[in-house]
């Protein structure tokens, strides 16, 4: 079997919900996520790199620049507020790297055998998805 690594990365804000530390509060990470597809190549490619690299920063630019909320984590005033003058990205998931493993490994499993996706959210804690 071979695995191909792929990276992409994008900046954005988030804060933890039912958290005691620094983390409760609005902060921003660049986030890295790489991506760890297998399978057997077909004359000598198991998939075109330019169509994976595409396929992840993709997804990855849909969360750039922006301030990634929990779904229901803020007051609805605060939310709509902040909604008018900058873009959010709801997610139904606590915003941890742990929950952004799964979720780009659930996204990009949809057209790939994903073998494991790491998510960095900073240069030395990453937290990894693996195919089980
Ligand atoms: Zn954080």
Known sequence: MYVLDTEASFDAAHF???YEGKCKNIHGHRWRVVLSI???PI???VVDFNIIKKD???LCDYFDHTFIVEKDSLRKEVFDLLNEDF???VVPFRTTAENFSKYF???????YKVLEVCVY???NNCARYVCK
Do not use: A, H, I, W
């Open 87 to 89: 873009v959010l990205r």
């Open 56 to 58: 992840l920063k993709e």
């Open 43 to 45: 004359n000598g490619m």
């Open 105 to 111: 490994y659930d996204e990009l499993s949809k057209k």
């Open 121 to 123: 959210e900073t240069p």
């Open 16 to 18: 933890l919900t039912n």
């Open 38 to 40: 297998c399978g057997d």
